[in-house]
């Protein structure tokens, strides 16, 4: 990724757009944004629904509104949403801590989160040793379970209110939900689905960073007139920040004034049915394969791999649209992104666009009978040869080894160590968890 070409992209939003007309003409990378709000300028600059040709057609999403530029210099802070559900925060939630630390620290102002819902005192509290300095709860009954008109209701104001110059959400469907509404009701700037953030200490700029263009470029979008400086990250693409137990902070309890009779959505009740997405995203193991395997049949040869090594399946877009496998087990810019311990590609050529969902995975193992595949480049271990012959053999190794660890459980507590290298333990550990 680190050779491909950035293009920088300015965008401005809402009241802004009569600017950003002007600029339009001026911008490079041939992606002419013209008198786009800054969410449409975002999407369209990452090519989602094609680029330039989209971009044009945007025109007509033209925002008339008063010009006036806010008070920059009176937004201070970074702000995060700390997004949770039953009172379990998201994984997100503290990926975004790590990363709008980090942005704070180099602005040098406060890291505040904000937290909605109901009986999220703990959450709160993890936020704080997260590394957020400050943490604005609202906390009420009809929060209860997320609906947009419920969360940007009570969040708009309180936003609003603390004026932080940089807010973050996850690129969750909760998040991505959620942002699009406050963005359009703070008329702010807001880019989708970021995989990377900086900031100018100088200009104090968010760079916003998306592929863009099928992946082939990295658009940096900016919001240079309009505050908070908006943006969704990715999951999985920032480390989370650590849990520094007893950090201190302060948790402010925001007043919340909702009548439930005023909202329009009602949940009438939450399926919980076990979601073959989010297990792939959380997994430590993922056992993916691609168009090598040559016939859906094959596809056992990954199930059997997977219940051996306690992991989940992953696949490759062009067997999902084969129609050899479900849509929820796609990994790449179109699918999920996951960072699991292990990463086992079979059969997977490693085109950016799958690549790009699996990178950063602690280990990448893969097999593949083209020595000169992509996938090797990311590869930290790799086998070139026919993955009909290696995949068996490997899984029965495997199979022999972690049975040998799992004999030896009865004493556990006590030293597993010793006796075999680390890999085949972290494969036991990971069979464990998934047994
Ligand atoms: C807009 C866009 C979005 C996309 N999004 C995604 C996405 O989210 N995820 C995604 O995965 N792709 C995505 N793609 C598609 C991507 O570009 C590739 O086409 C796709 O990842 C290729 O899948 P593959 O590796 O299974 O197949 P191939 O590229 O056909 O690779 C098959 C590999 O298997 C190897 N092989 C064959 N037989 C054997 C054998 N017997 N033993 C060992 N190895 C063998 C071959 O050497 C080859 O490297 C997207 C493309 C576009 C344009």
Request: net charge negative; proline share 5%.
């Amino acid at each position: 990724m680190s050779e491909e070409a950035v293009v920088k992209q300015e965008g401005t939003s809402g009241q802004g757009v009569a600017a950003g007309g002007e600029q339009a003409g001026a911008r490079p990378g041939g992606a002419v944004l013209e008198g786009t709000g800054d969410a449409a300028a975002a999407e369209a600059a990452a090519g989602r629904d094609g680029g330039p040709a989209a971009a044009g057609r945007k025109k007509a999403a033209v925002v008339r509104g008063a010009g006036e530029t806010p008070d920059l210099e009176s937004y201070r802070g970074v702000g995060i949403f700390i997004e949770q559900h039953g009172s379990q925060a998201a994984p997100v939630a503290w990926e975004l801590a790590g990363i709008g630390r980090k942005l704070a620290d180099k602005l040098g102002v406060e890291l505040i989160g904000f937290v909605a819902g109901h009986q999220v005192e703990a959450v709160a509290q993890e936020a704080v040793e997260r590394g957020c300095d400050r943490v604005l709860v609202m906390d009420h009954p009809a929060l209860g379970v997320y609906r947009n008109e419920a969360y940007a209701r009570v969040l708009t104001p309180v936003i609003r209110e603390v004026k932080p110059e940089i807010f973050l959400l996850g690129a969750t469907t909760t998040g991505r939900d959620l942002a699009g509404t406050i963005a359009t009701t703070l008329q702010t700037g807001l880019t989708a689905d970021c995989t990377q953030l900086d900031v100018d200490p100088e200009t104090r700029l968010l760079d916003a960073i998306r592929p863009a263009f099928l992946e082939k470029q990295l658009a940096v979008i900016l919001c240079k007139k309009h505050r908070p400086q908006m943006a969704t990250v990715r999951p999985k693409m920032m480390e989370p920040a650590p849990r520094q137990p007893g950090r201190q902070g302060e948790i402010i309890r925001v007043p919340v004034d909702l009548d439930e009779s005023t909202l329009r959505t009602r949940v009438l009740g939450v399926i919980d049915e076990p979601d073959p997405q989010a297990q792939l995203e959380r997994a430590d193991v993922v056992v993916a394969g691609g168009r090598g395997l040559q016939d859906p049949k094959n596809l056992k040869l990954l199930f059997d791999f997977a219940q051996v090594v306690g992991g989940v399946v992953g696949a490759s877009r062009a067997i999902v649209d084969a129609g050899w496998i479900g849509r929820e087990h796609q990994v790449g810019q179109t699918g999920l992104t996951v960072r699991p311990k292990v990463y086992f590609a079979f059969g997977i050529s490693g085109a950016i666009q799958h690549t790009v969902g699996m990178e950063n995975s602690e280990l990448i193992i893969a097999v593949n009978k083209d020595p000169d595949a992509p996938i090797f480049k990311v590869a930290d271990l790799g086998v070139v040869g026919d993955l009909f012959a290696i995949v068996p053999a490997l899984q029965a190794e495997l199979a022999r080894r972690l049975d040998a660890l799992l004999a030896e459980e009865p004493e556990a507590g006590g030293a597993a160590g010793g006796q075999e290298d680390g890999e085949s333990q972290g494969a036991a550990a990971a069979a464990r968890a998934g047994a």
